[in-house]
């Protein structure tokens, strides 16, 4: 059973600790209310203000619109009708229309004001001290996390490390993006110190999810030496024993949870009445509302002899069939036209009644596999779909350390074993076995830099990282001209409505 859960008792609870406070960190709402008096007075209340820091990740910012990401970038295709994301796709959104910004910017504050209220708060309880400073970890890290998740997509943003009054909200301007992250590694640092290596209740963060976030930032933030040395810590064992899963397409279903390749996962729960469910069946397969898997990223996926389908060389590519002999998290990442899922037919035929078609975007017929379940899919409509989100697994760390020893220029055989472990595994082999995947063999700086990107990209398809990497390696507006679509910035505009709320906050270019 998940025991980390944002449940009525918690809803409950947060109305006490939380007093009038909006979702909106920057709203007029008294942001101190009820609290220190009246709520922190034993351990067990302590721990309940720590999992309301934790419940805010059970957003769709968080969960199931992670995948919407793929259409600001090349993956995906999103209709009007859908959170903003089309129009920030195409460069046409006002900074005040986005839903997807807006929602970014309000969760996040809502989860660093609960992180800070925690911590501002907690001492107060007699406990044990290692309890205490473990808990302090748990709300840094989450803290740290949150701040992540504003600065890679909106530059400079309010600094808070602790609650604030109504005149210091409205009074908030914007901390420079190299500040906030030496807080965010401060941060990573205590919790690395703190956080336990393994927890009986599973959900919440231990040291390797922090040594995941602080590399990952560490790459973003180009700092190739340092992401060596911090993946290699992971890889090595250093906070507990993680492996690749071996069966690809399985490693994203609920049955699958927390196996041996997932550092940190966001919790749901199919059992109403323990826990939120995530709608990822209903939200992208169905109504005007859902996302479409563009022929692009069906195209990236090489076939089966590692070459590209549009290499001359490629004598296994035949158009005429154009899904076969592909890489097999081809097809378990994407739902591809004929093939049988479940006890529902076979894709688009079974919801469309066409086998071309996708139910809303006649331009493309593929859809998100990912993190689905035949069991759960609309229009069965069995509720909720309790599969957690992965946000960070032991593929990334791999990925993300060859990367680094590629752009340093260091590459050594450990660099092509990292890359052919991830490879390997998706034909359900290991990299010794090199007669039955395509093994990566060169050290080629330039090749090699080529074959990690779309490395990837077919191996995070769908899973929010694409326009993240795209912007780090400055290939955003390559690729989205490919796809003949408009350019969109590298960067979100901050939302109108804080800007009206705190005018000393400024807007980025090009929205401004």
């Not at 898997?293 to 389908?309: D, H, K, M, Q, R």
């Not at 989100?389 to 791999?398: E, K, M, P, Q, T």
């Not at 395509?438 to 694409?466: C, D, N, W």
Request: negative net charge; charged residues 20%; glycine residues 6%.
């Amino acid at each position: 059973m998940k025991t980390i859960k944002y449940n009525l008792l918690m809803i409950t609870i947060l109305s006490f600790v939380i007093s009038s406070c909006s979702e909106d960190f920057l709203d007029r709402n008294n942001l101190n209310g009820a609290g220190e008096e009246t709520f922190f007075k034993t351990e067990n209340d302590a721990n309940q203000a720590l999992i309301a820091v934790y419940g805010r990740l059970q957003s769709g910012t968080f969960s199931s619109n992670i995948p919407l990401y793929g259409s600001i970038a090349d993956n995906m295709l999103t209709p009007a009708l859908n959170s903003g994301f089309a129009q920030f796709a195409e460069g046409t959104e006002a900074p005040g229309d986005g839903g997807a910004g807006i929602a970014r910017w309000s969760e996040c504050y809502a989860g660093i004001f609960r992180a800070n209220f925690f911590l501002a708060n907690a001492s107060n309880v007699e406990m044990d001290s290692n309890d205490l400073n473990r808990m302090n970890a748990e709300a840094t890290f989450l803290r740290a996390f949150y701040y992540y998740n504003l600065i890679y997509f909106f530059g400079d943003v309010p600094l808070l490390l602790e609650p604030i009054s109504i005149d210091e909200a409205i009074a908030i301007t914007r901390t420079d993006k190299e500040t906030v992250v030496t807080i965010i590694m401060n941060d990573l640092d205590f919790a690395l110190a703190n956080l336990p290596e393994s927890t009986s209740e599973y959900g919440r963060v231990t040291k390797v999810a922090a040594a995941a976030l602080r590399t990952r930032i560490l790459l973003y933030e180009k700092d190739y030496p340092s992401v060596i040395t911090n993946a290699q810590a992971i890889m090595n064992g250093t906070y507990g024993d993680f492996t690749l899963f071996p069966d690809f397409e399985t490693l994203f279903r609920e049955v699958n949870e927390g196996n041996s390749e997932v550092l940190w996962d966001i919790q749901f729960s199919s059992i109403e009445q323990i826990g939120q469910g995530a709608p990822w069946d209903n939200g992208y397969q169905s109504d005007s509302k859902s996302a479409a898997v563009l022929p692009n990223l069906v195209e990236a996926f090489n076939s089966t002899n590692g070459l590209s389908i549009d290499d001359p060389l490629n004598t296994l590519y035949d158009s005429n069939f154009p899904y076969d002999n592909r890489d097999p998290r081809m097809k378990a990442s994407i739902h591809i036209p004929g093939e049988q899922w479940g006890d529902l037919g076979t894709w688009p035929e079974y919801r469309t009644g066409s086998p071309t078609s996708f139910p809303w975007a006649p331009e493309t017929k593929y859809a998100m596999k990912k993190y689905m379940t035949p069991e759960t899919e609309a229009p069965n409509n069995i509720y909720p779909n309790g599969t957690n989100f992965i946000v960070f697994r032991y593929a990334d760390i791999l990925l993300m350390y060859a990367e680094a020893k590629i752009e340093s220029g260091s590459i050594d055989q450990s660099t092509l074993d990292a890359i052919n472990d991830v490879r390997a595994r998706a034909y359900g082999t290991t990299k010794e076995d090199t007669m039955n995947y395509p093994e990566v063999t060169t050290t080629s700086q330039s090749e090699l830099t080529t074959i990690l990107r779309k490395e990837r990209r077919v191996e995070f398809a769908i899973e929010g990282l694409r326009w993240l990497d795209l912007v780090r390696w400055d290939e955003l507006e390559v690729v989205r001209t490919a796809i003949n679509r408009s350019f969109q910035a590298n960067i979100w505009p901050i939302p109108s409505t804080e800007i009206q709320i705190a005018p000393g906050l400024t807007q980025n270019a090009p929205w401004n």
